[in-house]
């Protein structure tokens, strides 16, 4: 201690100084929404609120929802973000205002070879990327689709009906996770894997490997505290995604593009084929087309979200009928007298399944694809008397909104009728969002249904799930990143008695 009393006044007033700009850099954003008029949780030096994310996103949003009310403000490290509930608000900022203050997402610049992809892609860039891919997902392209995505069902339900014949529980993601990766890879870039019988290939342990992902991670922590690193970080080609798994798969996306271009056979106009066309050449118009690392991005961004998005969807879909048989056993009328004696599925009565809808409609309420969205503003603009201002992140969280009970009575319920053709027209668009909204919404929403809808059908039309002593009620969600279970999700498979036929 008597070291410290030997120190020059110079040295005691740089050190004075040093102490003084650290407790500035480290206390001084924490004001931001008390200036606003904004209540929240109050944050610690560094950390913000996010210390509260150790119960997961999805409570920490909810517990802010019932305690704070319509709007609150948060703090991921020094960042101030703003959560806005109000329906009207949130129209303003997915839809009014997307294309001049509100076109970005939140971007920590820690995408590595990701870093044009169309989710994370900016302003003019990702709009030249978005109106590239929409024409993939139009109504004709799924319909051309769909033979492609009925061989992969039928091997779906016979993997299924495998295990339940040994009468085993199915762990549900085993089978729904390998069922999208057949079906992205295949309509994608015609390209089979068979996952479903090839667990071990390198696309499926590969894409496990990418979604391990950890809020705590020292990267993402270094780019909270200290924001601007990320540029720097940016610079170096750091990222969330393992190297690894990224090298690999646009190694292997490339060489199937090389062999798409150097093939004398024709291709099959599919997601590749579309960007390949569109691509950037000397003679081209050089603000319409892709270029090669945007094509290969966009690639590996549709097999990161269609595996995973896909497939959680559906295992909750399984999870949520196998616990409300009477749910189950309407859809299952529905689907005889749509598909009458097992008849094979057509696509176009598929979309006319008025229940199957609903019943869908339902569970993604209560598990949405995108259970935050995200924007950044721009420059300062003022919102239903609140000015935000440039830079803040707007966040809507759609997982309290979905299970609020002023808008859902009984929101834990699982209640398909409150998406009726009688009772949708109620809704309000902006409480329900699991696929987002806006133009910034899932631009593989209509795919995914599609896929969703179609092994839903065939499964059901010879089996019935049903809950066994494995499944887990109530189930506990993972705190970490996407909404998942902790624990996988089992049921049992059981076939359809004759009588019920």
């Known amino acids: 201690m008597g070291y410290f009393l030997y120190f020059s006044a110079e040295t005691w007033t740089l050190l004075v100084a040093l102490i003084t700009l650290i407790l500035v850099y480290a206390y001084w954003p924490y004001g931001t929404f008390k200036r606003m008029g904004i209540p929240g949780p109050t944050?610690?030096?560094?950390?913000?609120?996010?210390?509260?994310?150790?119960?997961?996103?999805t409570g920490f949003d909810t517990e802010c929802f019932k305690k704070y009310g319509k709007t609150w403000g948060i703090f991921d490290g020094r960042q101030p973000v703003l959560c806005i509930t109000d329906p009207a608000m949130i129209k303003t900022v997915l839809i009014k205002e997307c294309y001049s203050l509100f076109t970005n997402r939140r971007n920590f610049r820690l995408n590595g070879q990701l870093y044009d992809a169309v989710s994370i892609a900016e302003d003019d860039q990702w709009r030249r990327i978005r109106s590239v891919l929409s024409p993939s997902f139009t109504s004709g392209r799924l319909k051309e689709m769909f033979d492609i995505m009925k061989r992969h069902s039928a091997n779906l339900v016979s993997s299924m009906n495998k295990t339940?014949?040994?009468?085993?529980?199915?762990?549900?993601?085993?089978?729904?996770?390998?069922?999208?990766?057949?079906?992205?890879?295949?309509?994608?870039?015609?390209?089979?894997?068979?996952?479903?019988?090839n667990p071990s290939d390198p696309f499926v342990t590969n894409i496990k490997k990418m979604l391990k992902f950890d809020l705590f991670n020292p990267l993402f922590l270094i780019v909270a505290f200290f924001p601007f690193m990320g540029p720097l970080f940016e610079k170096l080609e750091f990222s969330f995604f393992p190297a690894s798994v990224t090298d690999f798969f646009y190694a292997s996306l490339q060489k199937i593009k090389s062999n798409r271009e150097t093939s004398k056979l024709k291709s099959r106009v599919d997601f590749l084929q579309l960007m390949i066309d569109s691509q950037k050449n000397q003679g081209g118009d050089q603000d319409k087309g892709l270029n090669d690392h945007e094509i290969l991005s966009q690639a590996m961004i549709f097999i990161f979200a269609g595996y995973e998005t896909s497939s959680s969807s559906m295992t909750f879909l399984a999870y949520n009928l196998a616990r409300n048989p009477h749910v189950m056993k309407r859809l299952q009328e529905e689907i005889e007298s749509t598909f009458p004696n097992k008849a094979p599925v057509d696509y176009q009565?598929?979309?006319?399944?008025?229940?199957?809808?609903?019943?869908?409609?339902?569970?993604?309420?209560?598990?949405?694809?995108?259970?935050?969205?995200?924007?950044?503003?721009?420059?300062?603009?003022?919102?239903?008397?609140?000015?935000?201002?440039?830079?803040?992140?707007?966040?809507?969280?759609?997982?309290?909104?979905?299970?609020?009970?002023?808008?859902?009575?009984?929101?834990?319920?699982?209640?398909?009728?409150?998406?009726?053709?009688?009772?949708?027209?109620?809704?309000?668009?902006?409480?329900?969002?699991?696929?987002?909204?806006?133009?910034?919404?899932?631009?593989?929403?209509?795919?995914?249904?599609?896929?969703?809808?179609?092994?839903?059908?065939?499964?059901?039309?010879?089996?019935?799930?049903?809950?066994?002593?494995?499944?887990?009620?109530?189930?506990?969600?993972?705190?970490?990143?996407?909404?998942?279970?902790?624990?996988?999700?089992?049921?049992?498979?059981?076939?359809?008695?004759?009588?019920?036929?």
């Open 164 to 197: 339940a014949e040994k009468d085993e529980p199915l762990e549900l993601k085993e089978f729904f996770g390998p069922y999208s990766m057949d079906v992205v890879t295949s309509t994608a870039f015609s390209v089979d894997i068979d996952s479903l019988n």
């Open 43 to 57: 944050p610690v030096p560094f950390f913000g609120t996010m210390l509260a994310y150790r119960k997961g996103f």
């Open 349 to 501: 009565a598929l979309m006319q399944m008025e229940y199957l809808d609903s019943v869908i409609n339902e569970s993604l309420r209560l598990y949405p694809i995108a259970p935050r969205l995200e924007r950044v503003a721009k420059a300062s603009v003022e919102i239903n008397g609140l000015v935000i201002p440039k830079d803040m992140i707007v966040l809507v969280p759609t997982w309290p909104l979905h299970r609020d009970p002023d808008l859902w009575p009984e929101p834990e319920e699982f209640k398909p009728e409150r998406f009726s053709k009688e009772n949708k027209e109620t809704i309000d668009p902006y409480t329900y969002m699991p696929f987002g909204a806006g133009p910034r919404n899932c631009i593989g929403m209509r795919f995914a249904l599609v896929m969703m809808k179609l092994a839903m059908v065939e499964i059901l039309q010879r089996h019935s799930f049903a809950v066994c002593k494995e499944t887990e009620i109530p189930l506990e969600m993972d705190i970490q990143g996407l909404i998942s279970p902790k624990r996988p999700i089992k049921l049992k498979l059981v076939p359809r008695s004759e009588t019920s036929s």
